[in-house]
């Protein structure tokens, strides 16, 4: 399997800095499958993801505070798989491709 670019490594790993609830895993892993969200203090959607038995399983899409989507990105049992895709504040796709 390819690795994800050092660009997006570094993205995530400062999401999981800056939100520690990401880390919280034992919670997650108690349940099979679960969606974690976290909004913004407006009620907007700010980041969501999909887990299954404790890892990524599905899709981590992030926001910005206007609601445009910034991050859309699979995983397969914790890895990065298929379609990785972000978009600038304004819509425009910076970067699109297929693990």
Known sequence: ??????????????????????KESNKIEEEKLSTVKHFYP???????MEWKD?????????FYKNG?????HHYVNGE?????????VDGEQCYYFDI
Request: glycine residues 8%; proline residues 8%.
């Open 1 to 22: 399997m390819d690795v994800l670019p050092l660009e997006i490594q570094t993205r995530i790993q400062r999401l999981v800095r800056i939100h520690p609830w990401v």
């Open 42 to 48: 407006d009620g907007n959607l700010k980041f969501s």
């Open 54 to 62: 404790g890892k990524p399983h599905g899709v981590l899409e992030i």
């Open 68 to 72: 445009q989507l910034s991050t859309r």
């Open 80 to 88: 990065p798989q298929g379609l990785q895709e972000s978009y600038n």
